[in-house]
C-alpha cells in the first residue's frame, strides 16, 4: 500500500493539472471501490474549481469552489493516469487495463485524470464543510510539518510498552509513516524494532525523528518506491527502493560503514521487519 512518499508524489503530480482548473466533465463508472461513493459525487465534482490540493496522511485531498473536498485514497493498487492537456502527460502502460478505469475527471484545458484500481481497495469519498471525515478524525501529527518535533515524538512514545516499530505504525501517534520507511528510519537511528518504545532516552528520540525526516524527504525526491503497484502521475517508477538499506534485503551484509552484521527479520504483529541485529539495539 503507498505510503506517504508515494501519496505525496502523486499529490505533487496531480497540482499542476489540477489546481486553478474547473472539472468540466466526471465520469464515473462503477458506484463502488472499498465503500460506496457519494451519490452526488458528479454532480458535486461537475463545473467545480480546484481550488486547492492537500495531503494528510496517505489521503490525497482535492478542495473545491462547492463547499467540498474530494478524499482521495489510493488503496493497494490504485494508480492516477494524466493525459493530455496543454502540459501533455500523456503515458501508455500496458500493465494497467481500461477496464479498472474508474473515475475519469476532464478539465477546462482538456487534460484527463483517471483513477485506474484493478484490485478496488481505494477510496473516493467528499468531506463537506465543518465535517471531519471518520478516516482522518483521530490521525497524528504530519513528521514532515514544523508542529512535529522530537518532544512532540518523545510524548507520543512515552511510557508505551508496545515496539517501538509497532508505535510508529500507529497512526493516531504518527501519520502517514509505513512499514517501508519506519524499517530505513529506524536501521539510521540504531534502534532495534522489538525495543519497547518507551525505553528510548530523549537524545535517541531525536536521532530518530530526524532519520525518519530524512527518509521521508529523501524517498519524495525519489518519487518514492515502487514495489509493485506506485507509479508516479507520469507513469514512471519511484526509485528509492533501489537505496533500501534493510527493508527486504534479508541475508544481505548491514550497509552501516564499520559493522560486520548482516540484515535480519522477524514478524511483528502479522508485518515483516527487516534490521541489523548487531548495530541496531
Known sequence: ??????????????????????????DQRRPDLRW????????????????????????????????????????MSGRIRVEGGILGGFHH??????QHDHLVLTTDEGTTITLNDARR???????????????LAALGPEPLDENFTPEVLAAA?????????????????VA???????????????????????????????????????????????GGSSLRDHRQTSGEMGYFQHGFRVYGREGQPCPRPGCKGEVGRIVQSGRSSWYCPVCQH
Open 176 to 222: 502517514g509513516l509505513g512499514n517501508i520507511y519506519v524499517c530505513e528510519a529506524l536501521h539510521r537511528a540504531g534502534i532495534h524494532p522489538a525495543r519497547a518504545a518507551g525505553q528510548i532516552g530523549g537524545d535517541r528520540i531525536g536521532d530518530l525523528w530526524g532519520h525518519i525526516r530524512d527518509v521521508l524527504t529523501e524517498a519524495i525526491a525519489a
Open 121 to 135: 481497495f481505494g477510496a473516493v469519498d467528499l468531506v463537506r464543510e465543518g465535517e471531519t471525515h471518520p478516516l
Open 36 to 75: 460506496p461513493m457519494p451519490v452526488d459525487l458528479v454532480q458535486v465534482l461537475t463545473g467545480a474549481h480546484v481550488t486547492a490540493l492537500r495531503r494528510r496522511s496517505k489521503y490525497i485531498l482535492i478542495d473545491l469552489d462547492r463547499d467540498a473536498t474530494m478524499l482521495l485514497h489510493l488503496g
Open 93 to 98: 502502460d500496458a500493465t494497467i487495463l481500461p
Open 1 to 26: 500500500m503507498p505510503e506517504l512518499p508515494e501519496v505525496e508524489t502523486v499529490r505533487r503530480g496531480l497540482e499542476p493539472h489540477l489546481t486553478g482548473r474547473r472539472l468540466v466533465r466526471v
Open 157 to 173: 512514545l512515552a511510557g508505551r510498552k508496545a515496539p517501538v516499530k509497532s508505535a510508529l505504525l500507529d497512526q493516531r501517534l
